[in-house]
């Protein structure tokens, strides 16, 4: 079974419906599963802001108080506690996914995008690394498994994988796609959002079930 993913590194829930998928899959057998995971950019438009929390920079952007910034936010650091992780919004820098987005490409094509997703959406969401900075993007993606001299080439050189990256964006628009993560099960079902463990096992069931 083929399950695509479309997803944003910088998108909480993403993270959370990774977990809830991989809870899901636990309970069948292992060697039947694919996993692609497609590229999709919540906000496109935004400048990288070294300087900036995830707290301050929606504060901002809504004209409310960080210390209610803090508040909206706890539900979604609860949510991520219960399925094991943790989300640190106060150390999260603000940054413009698409170098990260370009590099788990290039990981793709070594069959290393969901270590790739993995190792991003931690850095991001729990360590607090910057992911528009080169050098932190490059130890990454080599704890991942890529070589450093082809990571270096696609920071050096802005459209390498960039045309995949659009291709993934441009199919989600194609299909459907209003938010994410959204869960793609052998082109037969979708799901949309960080939806139940249960769910996942259920629509599973029943793409493996349906002839």
């Not at 069948?28 to 929390?53: C, G, H, R, V, Y």
């Not at 729990?126 to 992911?131: A, I």
């Not at 459907?176 to 939806?195: C, E, H, L, M, T």
Request: hydrophobic share 40%; net charge negative.
């Amino acid at each position: 079974m083929k399950i695509e993913i479309w997803s944003d590194i910088m998108c909480p829930f993403c993270y959370i419906g990774k977990r809830q998928l991989e809870a899901a899959l636990a309970g069948f057998p292992n060697d039947e599963f694919e996993i692609e995971w497609k590229s999709f950019q919540l906000d496109p438009s935004i400048t990288p802001q070294a300087d900036k929390d995830v707290y301050t920079f929606l504060a901002e952007r809504k004209g409310i108080s960080v210390e209610q910034s803090v508040e909206m936010h706890k539900g979604v650091v609860e949510r991520a506690k219960s399925v094991g992780l943790e989300y640190h919004f106060d150390k999260a820098i603000i940054s413009n996914s698409l170098k990260a987005h370009r590099i788990i490409q290039l990981a793709k094509t070594k069959n290393l995008g969901d270590q790739m997703e993995e190792i991003f959406f931690k850095a991001y969401f729990t360590d607090g690394r910057d992911l528009n900075d080169h050098t932190t993007l490059i130890e990454l993606a080599s704890q991942a498994g890529l070589s450093i001299q082809e990571v270096q080439q696609v920071l050096q050189n802005e459209d390498l994988y960039l045309k995949e990256v659009k291709a993934d964006i441009d199919e989600a628009q194609e299909i459907g796609v209003q938010g994410v993560p959204f869960f793609v099960f052998d082109r037969k079902f979708a799901i949309s959002g960080a939806q139940s463990i249960e769910t996942f096992v259920q629509t599973i069931t029943e793409v493996r079930n349906k002839p």
